[in-house]
């Protein structure tokens, strides 16, 4: 998997949040106006404890039946990318949020001119300063001049992790908010969901799986391979990288190598296609892509998906052609799709 730094305690961090209904920016809010803050709701509502009981293990600072304020580290006064952490809270089991050992506050501020959707990763460090767990927080539809407040918590489910002194923004990645990638929600109004998985890496090889649902109700054709446009950090175009048609120039095996054929998707099917790469560095400049620009066909509307291509020095991407996706399920249904 590209990013490396995500381990299985961030999956963990992520259940927790689902339930803590801290604020994030709705379209509604973006196009709202106002006074460009929005302030968080609760951390915990009542709801919170069905995802288990106390910590295992109980941070050193004192239960008081509410958060506890933590030092934040003195380098954690700039923002990366338009984000910074500003609180960083210990919990005990006295606080009334059941399984949460700790939380860290952040503010997105968009300086750009379009309304952006985030994904933030924010670190949780110890005193030595490594880190503790990274814990990756979505926060969307951010419109351009608005600052929007947003909550990441930590979990210690083994009783073993450090105590957590410090909190800091690991990295931030920004896409506008009509290529905003997503595998639930509303349908867009093209009528199919396009969004990339976490992949899988290994000995330098990595492999991304590109999928497309038609959440519409008629038939999504599609005959070929899917059209990428590499982008930077600021999104900009990536120059000097070639986009194979097919997988077999990267190495064998990684389903992507068959010819395409036309796939028709009834609403509710699915189709996939392989991104594959690897990351070799020999002489001259790596080249570090954390976007791209998809179109599932000619004229589809594109979509930004973050697969980060660390394409090291090798100056190719195999793209495999859309197959149809036989294990997709769908998620009203339940089960496969005939």
Known sequence: MPRASRTAPVVVGLLLLSACGTQSASRDDAAA???????????????????????????????SGTRTPLPLPSTDGSADGGVRVTALYGWGKESGCAGVDYSAEFEVANKGTEALTYTVTVGFLSAAGGAVDNVERTVEAVGPGRTVKGTVVMADTTGQAPEVT???VIEVRGVPVAEASSASGPCPASGVRLYADQGDAAMGLRVVGLHLVNCGTRPYRVDGHPELELLDEDRDTVDGVRILEGTDEIGTGLGGDKGPQPVVLGPGEAAAA???????????????????????????????????????????????????DETYRDPAAGTPRP
């Open 33 to 63: 106006g106002g006074d460009g803050r929005v302030g968080a709701d609760a951390l915990c509502p009542s709801e919170y404890t069905q995802y288990g009981g106390g910590p295992t293990a109980e941070p050193s600072v004192t239960p």
């Open 166 to 168: 410090g909190a800091k």
């Open 274 to 324: 392989t991104l594959a790469w690897r990351n070799t560095t020999q002489a001259g400049d790596p080249v570090n892509a954390p976007y791209a620009r998809v179109w599932a066909k000619p004229g589809a509307d594109p979509v930004t998906v973050v697969p980060e291509f660390d394409l090291g020095t090798t100056g190719k991407l195999g793209v495999g052609p859309w197959e149809r």
